[in-house]
């Protein structure tokens, strides 16, 4: 017996709705590493930050790996099995990062912790998307969608931070795993056992496509999190990962092409909304990979520990929900997206302003206020109008497929391609700083007995002027996408402006014709009146 819906009968409308966002919420929070809590995991365990950095990117390639398997495991089980088996393998797992020491199974970890919690998350983002938006406007969804995606996710940080701070990292994933029972339990209690569709036995999957999906990202993500520490392709390891990112993506793409049935679909890039919205997300990964440097200014220069800086991340909170205002409004009004989009990466640009002009070393607590609103308003802005731009127009089947790479994309191979870039940079600037400013020491400024203590204002100087001229580079590329942003014709202007080129051309062909026609006249009558000059002469 079919049957809609995810819960019995008794169980009232309000209380459902609650239920879903409730369960939406937890497949949220649930990560395999905290970025707040990285600096805690490294000094207790004593192992590398690299590794659980390494992690914090295999999350999000598991939850790639999930989407294309998304419609065989929704045919395969029931919706109660799905929901209530995520979240006790998300509690196993979990528990297992919290009682182990070895990076390389908190890796692992967190890799299945991304690919299982996207087939519970899935299934509560349909029900929501049609109670949302009953009339298919995903613009509108994504306006409620993100807003909360968003402020769940930085709550839980806090919230995270808080426990590993007070207690310690261990105990905060242990408070994580009896949270995903509970939440399993109340799966169990209030969603019926009905299948809502036809039961599909698990075929046609391509699984050994979906392990080299997992060790190409999973490569490139090593790239991104030890670069900086083993200088680069001056590490064999390093130049061993990347042989194998090239391989595997050699014989993914060949898999691809070759099967009747593909893993992933690469039709979607014949799109031109797809491409450009994956170059947009790009740029977007530029401004998102400036935390980094900002935590390290909170923490290196202001002095703030990483239970403040998590706290701080909670300014950009009413930016998000303005944000999200913002988009419901415009599209429900149907305006145009460039401007949305615009109006995303010029908020964006104006917090590397105000950070630019704010790097000094008296940065006030209150001072983030602005900034962070800023932050949160363009972050908001930008994942829903580039996310609905991107997905436009695209049938169900390459959707799921788009959306997972999409997701590898965003959060992983933008945001992590950036973060090790600008760490590097924010290195070599500081070094090049404390050169600039070595010709200010001498023996008058630096006694031996205060030799250490003078040593750093000039560290922190240098850190100051590394991370300003960064955010000042950021300001100049921020102009520059947001004239490509201006420029790009978004499915319309491209004709527009292939007509004004065209009538341009054409008129500048005009005017040159009756020019040479008028020199030609000209001509003409000045020989006419020659000739009759010279019979007159005759005659």
Request: hydrophobic share 50%; charged share 15%; glycine share 8%.
């Amino acid at each position: 017996m079919y049957k809609s819906g995810y819960f019995y009968d008794w169980v009232p409308k309000w209380a459902a709705l609650l239920l879903l966002m409730i369960f939406q919420f937890a497949f949220l929070a649930v990560s395999g590493i905290y970025t707040t809590n990285i600096s805690y995991m490294a000094a207790e365990s004593g192992s590398q930050a690299d590794y659980f950095m390494w992690g914090y990117y295999a999350n999000a390639v598991g939850m790639g790996i999930a989407m294309p398997l998304m419609v065989r495991v929704r045919n395969r089980f029931r919706v109660k099995e799905i929901v209530s088996g995520v979240f006790i393998l998300l509690a196993a797992f979990s528990y297992i990062i919290g009682t182990t020491t070895q990076p390389y199974v908190i890796v692992l970890c967190s890799l299945a912790i991304g690919f299982f919690k996207m087939f519970g998350s899935m299934q509560m983002l349909i029900v929501l998307m049609f109670i949302v938006s009953p009339d298919g406007n995903r613009g509108k969804f994504y306006s409620i969608f993100y807003p909360y995606v968003l402020c769940a996710i930085w709550l839980t940080y806090v919230v995270i931070t808080e426990i590993t701070y007070r207690l310690n990292w261990q105990i905060a994933y242990m408070y994580v795993a009896a949270f995903c029972l509970v939440m399993s339990m109340l799966a169990v209690i209030f969603m019926h056992n009905h299948r809502s569709i036809r039961k599909v036995p698990l075929y046609y999957i391509d699984w050994l496509s979906a392990i080299l999906f997992a060790v190409c990202f999973m490569s490139l993500a090593y790239v991104f999190a030890f670069g900086k520490s083993q200088d680069w392709f001056s590490s064999d390891r390093m130049k061993l990962a990347f042989g194998v990112f090239v391989m595997s993506t050699v014989l993914m793409s060949v898999r691809q092409v070759t099967l009747k049935r593909p893993y992933l679909s690469f039709r979607i890039f014949e799109k031109s909304n797809v491409r450009h919205g994956l170059l947009m997300l790009f740029f977007t990964g530029m401004f998102l990979g400036l935390g980094t440097l900002q935590t390290v200014f909170c923490v290196g220069v202001l002095g703030y520990d990483y239970h403040i800086t998590a706290e701080i991340y909670l300014l950009s909170l009413p930016g998000i929900v303005f944000g999200g205002y913002v988009g419901y409004y415009w599209f429900r009004q149907m305006m145009p997206i460039k401007f949305y989009i615009l109006l995303g990466f010029a908020s964006y640009t104006l917090y590397c302003v105000y950070m630019y002009f704010g790097m000094v070393r008296d940065f006030s607590f209150s001072m983030w206020v602005i900034p962070m609103f800023l932050r949160g308003f363009g972050m908001c802005i930008l994942f829903i109008s580039i996310w609905y731009y991107t997905l436009d127009k695209l049938n169900p089947t390459d959707m799921l497929a788009a959306i997972g790479l999409i997701i590898v994309w965003r959060s992983f191979v933008s945001i992590g391609l950036f973060t090790a870039f600008f760490s590097w940079l924010q290195y070599l600037l500081q070094w090049q700083s404390i050169s600039n400013l070595a010709v200010y020491m001498d023996a008058n400024n630096l006694p031996s007995r205060d030799a250490l203590a003078g040593l750093r204002p000039t560290q922190i100087n240098a850190v100051l002027g590394a991370t300003k001229e960064i955010f000042g580079y950021v300001i100049i590329a921020g102009i520059g996408v947001m004239l490509y942003v201006y420029f790009h014709h978004f499915g319309r202007i491209r004709f527009t402006i292939l007509r004004f080129r065209r009538s341009y051309i054409g008129k500048q062909l005009i005017n040159k014709r009756r020019r040479k026609e008028e020199v030609q006249r000209l001509e003409r009558k000045a020989l006419e009146e020659e000739m009759g000059d010279s019979a007159g002469a005759i005659l």
